[in-house]
């Protein structure tokens, strides 16, 4: 049963019809910013959406659009423990996060998404995101970010877990032979 930690990263791919940046196991060397801005004062709040994409387009959703973090001021990693249920898994599925900034001036979200996984299941596990947050604020302006991409700002989740199929035990041809043989017709 893999457990990874899986990156934000800056390239993007297309699974199951949608265009996101990758969820994968390393990270790059670009730094990518999502940010929203605001002409006055105002904090900044950050969301997580968790959902499994399927195939034919449609998701499952693990966790809807939730806060996880608010910021006055400064920059930093942001911690967030999200409890993933168990959840069965076609092959063909990919798990998708989606984070927003949030302030006065509205919002802005990016979308990462794994691989097809070819996992059978998420087993209940408890996985940690690392989100690097931004906010800055004075009298006048405002802004609220999320970064990815390059190791001062990987944001990441950490824990993430996920079942194989069982792989089925090599067939001996002796033992096969031998049952044949023994068989009534």
């Given amino acids: 049963m893999p457990t990874e930690t899986r990156y934000m990263r800056s390239d993007q791919q297309t699974v199951n ?4 940046y990758k969820l994968g196991l390393d990270i790059t060397f670009t730094r990518v910013i999502v940010y929203v801005e ?6 900044a709040y950050y969301d997580i959406e968790v959902a499994v994409r399927h195939a034919d387009g449609t998701e499952t959703e693990l966790l809807p659009w939730t806060q996880f973090a608010s910021r006055v001021s400064g920059e930093g990693y942001q911690a967030y423990s999200f409890n993933c249920p168990e959840t069965s898994l076609s092959p063909t599925d990919a798990v998708v996060v989606r984070l927003r900034a949030r302030n006065l001036g509205g919002s802005a979200a990016a979308a990462f998404i794994t691989e097809q996984l070819g996992a059978v299941k998420l087993p209940a596990s408890t996985w940690t995101f690392q989100v690097y947050t931004h906010c800055y604020k004075s009298t006048t302006y405002s802004v609220a970010s999320i970064f990815w991409g390059e ?7 950490e824990n993430f877990t996920y079942a194989l199929p069982a792989k089925l035990a090599p067939q001996n041809p002796a033992v096969f032979a031998r049952s044949r043989a023994f068989r009534r017709p």
């Fill in 151 to 157: 190791s001062p700002v990987a944001t990441r989740v």
């Fill in 17 to 20: 019809g949608l265009t996101a």
């Fill in 38 to 43: 605001y002409d006055g004062s105002s904090y």
